[in-house]
């Protein structure tokens, strides 16, 4: 469960990722002046930098309660299992 939430995680920041790149690019014509481009292209640079931190920062604190978090998981499955029959 662990190596799924965190290959999920790395799609949502990959896509992310390429969601503001192609933003970036279709909408470069559209910004009235450079100065406009210049601080477009800064925001989006730290939306992408907080984004990818916070996900990082997230994968970090699952790694260290993985077995608290996915035990507790595991034992409710396991427990509705065994009232299914």
Do not use: C
């Not at 009235?32 to 920062?57: E, K, Q, Y």
């Amino acid at each position: 469960m662990h190596r799924r939430d965190v290959q999920i995680a790395w799609a949502f920041v990959i896509g992310l990722w390429l969601a503001v790149i192609f933003v970036a690019l279709a909408t470069w014509n559209l910004a009235p002046s450079g100065g406009a481009r210049l601080l477009l292209l800064a925001a989006g640079a730290v939306v992408l930098l907080f984004n990818t931190a916070a996900i990082m920062a997230m994968l970090r604190h699952y790694r260290e309660d993985r077995d608290f978090m996915y035990g507790l998981d595991i034992k409710f499955l396991d427990e509705a299992r065994a009232a299914r029959g």
